[in-house]
Nanobody, 131 residues
């Protein structure tokens, strides 16, 4: 059984940083691309960033590029999202997905989403950024 568990969310002031962690079990972690999504209140869930199985390629949504960094440690079955210079509009629930599917809008296309994805999700971790 695949388990995806996010952690690291919290409440910060604008301009501060947070590092999210996603731990995965029940699958061969380094076989799969990984991704972070977020859902801002009142909006659809959207893709934030993804990373290929080896970590060689990454994608960032335009509004996150330069502020967020995705990384993975295949030895620890763990995915990270380092978020710097956080803005109030970054407030939302952040989700980790293993081998993400096509249910939600994401700009990475086939870089991280295949034809028959596993699409395993965690329960999310809440990020709140105040001004």
């Amino acid at each position: 059984q695949v388990q995806v568990v996010e952690s690291g969310g919290g409440s910060v002031q604008a301009g501060e940083s947070l590092k999210l962690t996603c731990t995965v079990s029940g699958l061969t972690f380094d076989n799969y691309a990984m991704a972070w999504f977020r859902q801002i209140p009142g909006k659809e869930r959207e893709g934030v960033s993804c990373i290929t199985w080896s970590g060689s390629y990454t994608y960032y949504a335009p509004s996150m590029k330069g502020r967020f960094t995705i990384s993975r440690d295949n030895e620890k079955n763990t995915l990270y999202l380092e978020m710097n210079n956080l803005k109030p509009e970054d407030t939302g629930m952040y989700y980790c997905a293993a081998d993400p599917g096509h249910r939600y809008t994401a700009g990475w296309g086939s870089l991280c989403s295949g034809l028959n994805p596993l699409d395993a999700w965690g329960q999310g971790t809440l990020v709140t950024v105040s001004s």
